[in-house]
C-alpha cells in the first residue's frame, strides 16, 4: 500500500441543542484552526453545515496516519474542546473511514 492509502479520515455527524449552534460554531472554528496549526499530520479538517436538520453539523478529518490521530485524540486542546463542546451536543457519531486511492492492493 502506498502513503495515501494508510490515510484515516473521520466523518463526525453531531446534533446540537439548537440553541448552542452558534456558540458551537465558534468553539469548533476555533478548535480546527488550533489543529491545523499544531497538528503537521492532520491532512485536512472542514466543518459541515448540511440543509437540514438545522442543528445537525459534520466534521470531515484526515489523518495521515494512526499515529497523527493518536496524537490528535490525546492533545490537550482536544481535551479543551471536548469540554467545552459536551454540553452543546446531544449525539455524536464517530465514523472511521480508511481512504481509498482507486488503486489495487498488492
Aim: aromatic share 6%.
Amino acid at each position: 500500500f502506498g502513503d495515501r492509502e494508510m490515510r484515516i479520515a473521520l466523518f463526525v455527524p453531531i446534533d446540537l441543542k439548537r440553541e448552542r449552534k452558534e456558540d458551537y460554531l465558534i468553539l469548533v472554528h476555533e478548535h480546527q484552526s488550533r489543529v491545523l496549526t499544531k497538528e503537521k499530520g492532520c491532512k485536512q479538517f472542514d466543518v459541515l453545515i448540511p440543509e437540514k436538520p438545522e442543528n445537525r453539523v459534520h466534521l470531515f478529518e484526515v489523518y495521515e496516519d494512526e499515529a497523527a490521530l493518536d496524537l490528535h485524540m490525546n492533545t490537550d486542546h482536544m481535551e479543551i474542546y471536548r469540554e467545552n463542546s459536551e454540553p452543546m451536543i446531544t449525539n455524536k457519531v464517530l465514523n472511521r473511514c480508511t481512504i481509498s486511492s482507486g488503486g489495487t492492493s498488492p
